[in-house]
């Protein structure tokens, strides 16, 4: 069983910068594939951004690719998600997720967050 509790959500202008962490419990963290989701009021969730094992593989959705970055710290059972030039289109739930491999796909990861909120102004 492993358990992950994500943080750092909140409010931010347009433009400004916001960076997400994500804590997960166990001794084989470093083991697992790690990814970010969201989900908008309304829309389904979607792909944001995944992490290999090893960290040295990262993937981006196209709509964040420039502008949000994942990196892990295996030694803090940690994954963060760096967002920079934050647009309201970015406003959603953000989940992290940990699984066998990185994937876009939901249903290759077995353990989620509780999410955390993510409000972009205008």
């Known amino acids: 069983q492993v358990q992950m509790v994500e943080s750092g959500g909140g409010l931010v202008q ?6 997400l962490s994500c804590t997960a419990s166990g001794r084989t963290f470093s083991m697992y594939a790690m990814a970010w989701f969201r989900q908008a009021p309304g829309k389904e969730r979607e792909f944001v951004s ?6 040295l593989s990262t993937y981006y959705a196209d709509s964040v690719k420039g502008r ?7 030694a803090k059972n940690t994954v963060y998600l760096q967002m920079n030039s934050l ?3 970015d406003t959603a ?30």
């Open 87 to 89: 647009k309201p289109e």
């Open 14 to 19: 347009a433009g400004g910068s916001l960076r």
């Open 68 to 74: 949000f970055a994942i990196s892990r710290d295996n």
């Open 50 to 55: 995944a992490i290999d094992w090893s960290g």
């Open 93 to 122: 739930v953000y989940y992290c997720a940990a699984g066998r491999v990185a994937s876009r796909a939901q249903g290759a990861y077995d353990y989620w967050g509780q999410g955390t909120q993510v409000t972009v102004s205008s």
